[in-house]
């Protein structure tokens, strides 16, 4: 369908002239006439309540100027108005008012009978619908035969705004709709944008746009920013929509009137929301509040671990977990990734976790994720057990721990911990389930849950998410299995200086230092040999190069294999007896000895001096058995039966200690003595 244009000659707008009864008062049946005289040019007019639209397209209008020469009317007032049905099937129309209310009927007019509204005795039918269509249902019809008038009923449609349409050429004086206005008695309320809370966005100046428009058709708007109450008389003045910006937290008032009639006042508060500066301060906010989080790059806030929607962040003063859908995540995160910028977001812990949840105001486009290039790669925090609540959503260490079972770990003083291995981190990553009763460092983020507190292991920059602790104080269980890529810590010191003796539950195809294994004794002499690596399980006596202190070794296989007691297979009652774990060798026999610095056997006297340190091995020698000595030379000189010799052919006889003894090796008990500069032992 096409639209009706205006013209006289020129091109038309008309515009209107109300007519209203007893005033204009909410409620009431009212008229609103459109008559010649309103013929100025195109577009809309506004009058009281009423809206009028004339379309002045080049194609659609209201045809003036054939009506008059039709007629052959000579004065120039004769602004007759056309519709006019140019070809089948188009229908040319004019916008009735919008009134915001409910259109009773309408009444097209000539200026006389002598002037008919269809031209030649034609019979037009005239519609009112809600579209310009004269094939619509529904509608307010009228029929006209060259009548001066026609009326359209159109008190059962229930609009308040439409199109007259016609199927045929018909010309009127004027138009008048006669409608019935709203049953309030008061206009509504001003709309306003909603209260809400805003932050500075591309710059640190806050600024706020927000909408006052008014709500009903007609009415004038008046708002204030202060916190006074506008009135008709007072307050900034809006006739339409209208952007305002604000800078600070403001209480916007708006009130419409018509005439002296006003509507309630619609109020809404925006507020400059907060900003903090650190995750600390982020944190310290009461749950649910949400606010800006400022990172300045002197904070140093770094990724410690992104997943999904979480992402990890440390900065100089605590950590906190970032849960954003991926439709805010512009860059994907990696670990060590510096962050600076700002994003808003809620503070809401999560079964005691302390989060940052989107909002409607959440974006990252503020927030730059860059990897590092020279920076010092971030590290565990290593903490204390009870301090585990100062720490949620940090990547920590936590050492010493013994394992239970459902991988529950506890550090023997009240507090347990549960393990979870949420990331499925495999051996690839070094992490496997700790075993029952092992001892264990841990090292993962720091996740409360509800009233447990979680080890969710995670592994970066070589830090091992599980570390095998063999402690020379503590008790040691062997695995059920090998375990496979484990790390290893040792709470053991070697001596440079002495001979140490050394079991671990690891093999080391190298040693930087001595090593050397038992072969077999030589009277109550035990002669140990020169060996090139340690295997797991055995005993040995070693003697680093340089002092070693509580090593760690990477890479290695945690073996299931006990302790074992290494014997030279002659039966005669000696043997190199290797323990993990703290263990009592005292016997009444004192046949358990341990070494000391000179090189000697010595058994414990009682059971108080016979607690010997793990990781270590003791000597098993006869019942009865004196001056048992270990050599780690595995060289003697033996003498069984000295014959023929007196002193000066021997020389002076010296023992182990440098005392002299005597010149004749016949008159001197078993053991080693020195001659002439050289061992000798007498059997």
């Known amino acids: 369908m096409k639209r009706i244009q205006l013209t006289n000659l020129r091109w038309l707008l008309l515009c209107l002239t109300i007519s209203v009864g007893a005033g204009n008062v909410w409620g009431q049946t009212t008229t609103a006439t459109l008559s010649n005289a309103d013929i100025v040019a195109a577009g809309t007019a506004n009058t009281g309540y009423a809206s009028w639209k004339i379309s002045d397209g080049s194609s659609r209008k209201w045809n003036a100027y054939a009506i008059k020469n039709q007629h052959s009317k000579d004065t120039s007032s004769y602004h007759y108005l056309q519709i006019k049905k140019y070809a089948s099937n188009t229908a040319y129309y004019v916008q009735v008012p919008t009134l915001g209310t409910k259109i009773t009927s309408i009444t097209m007019t000539v200026s006389s009978a002598s002037q008919p509204m269809t031209g030649g005795g034609n019979s037009a039918t005239l519609f009112f619908s809600s579209s310009n269509s004269t094939s619509a249902t529904g509608t307010g019809v009228a029929s006209g035969t060259g009548a001066s008038s026609v009326t359209i009923d159109c008190s059962s449609l229930n609009l308040n705004t439409g199109y007259i349409t016609a199927s045929a050429g018909v010309r009127i004086w004027n138009i008048t709709v006669t409608y019935t206005t709203s049953s309030a008695t008061v206009p509504d309320a001003p709309t306003l944008t909603p209260s809400c809370t805003f932050w500075p966005t591309t710059t640190e100046a806050p600024s706020k746009v927000i909408t006052i428009a008014p709500t009903t058709t007609g009415s004038t708007v008046r708002y204030t920013t202060d916190g006074t109450d506008p009135s008709a008389t007072t307050g900034i003045i809006v006739t339409s929509a209208q952007n305002v910006t604000i800078s600070e937290t403001t209480t916007v008032k708006a009130i419409a009137y018509v005439g002296t009639t006003t509507s309630g006042i619609a109020t809404a508060t925006y507020t400059l929301g907060q900003t903090v500066n650190s995750i600390a301060d982020f944190k310290a906010l009461g749950n649910g509040t949400e606010a800006r989080l400022y990172l300045s790059p002197e904070q140093n806030a770094r990724v410690l671990h992104y997943s999904g929607n979480e992402i990890y962040l440390r900065d100089n003063s605590g950590a906190i977990c970032l849960y954003l859908n991926s439709s805010l995540q512009k860059t994907i995160p990696a670990h060590d990734y510096h962050v600076a910028g700002w994003i808003i977001g809620k503070y809401q812990p999560y079964n005691g976790l302390p989060e940052m949840v989107a909002t409607s105001n959440t974006t990252t486009n503020y927030m730059a994720f860059a990897a590092p290039v020279t920076e010092t790669p971030t590290e565990p925090v290593a ?261 023929g010799s007196d002193s000066d052919g021997q020389g002076t006889i010296y023992d182990l200690s440098g005392r002299r003894v005597g010149n004749d090796l016949r008159s001197l008990p078993r053991g080693l003595y020195i001659v002439n500069g050289k061992k000798v032992y007498v059997q």
Not at 403 to 412: F, I, L, P, Q, R
Not at 470 to 486: G, R, T, V, W, Y
Not at 495 to 501: L, M
Not at 529 to 543: F, N, R
């Open 383 to 643: 903490i204390n057990p009870n301090y585990f609540d100062n720490y949620k959503a940090d990547w920590v260490t936590i050492t010493d721990l013994r394992a239970e079972s459902n991988n529950n770990v506890t550090d023997g003083a009240g507090n347990t911990f549960k393990v979870y291995n949420k990331y499925g981190l495999n051996a690839d990553s070094y992490y496997q389930d700790p075993y029952d009763y092992a001892l264990v460092d841990l090292t993962g983020l720091a996740i409360p849950y509800n009233t447990d507190k979680e080890i969710v292991p995670i592994y970066y920059n070589n830090a091992r998410p599980i570390v095998y602790v063999i402690d020379e104080n503590k008790e040691f269980q062997s695995p059920s299995s090998n375990i496979q890529n484990a790390t290893v810590r040792l709470v053991r010191t070697l001596s440079a200086t002495n001979w140490n003796t050394f079991v671990i539950p690891i093999a080391l195809p190298s040693f930087p230092g001595s090593i050397r294994k038992y072969e077999r004794a030589d009277g109550t002499t035990m002669l140990f040999a020169d060996d090139e690596q340690i295997e797991a399980g055995k005993p040995y006596l070693v003697k680093p190069d340089e002092r070693i202190e509580n090593p760690v070794y990477t890479n290695v296989t945690l073996s299931s294999t006990p302790a074992q007691n290494v014997e030279d297979g002659e039966e005669d009652g000696y043997s190199f007896n290797a323990i993990y774990s703290p263990t009592n060798i005292y016997t009444e026999d004192k046949t358990h000895r341990f070494l000391k610095s000179d090189g000697y056997l010595y058994y414990p006297t009682d059971e108080d001096a016979g607690r010997l340190k793990g990781m270590r091995a003791y000597f098993v020698v006869p019942a009865g058995a004196s001056n048992v000595k270990v050599n780690p030379d595995g060289t003697l000189t033996y003498i069984d039966d000295v014959q």
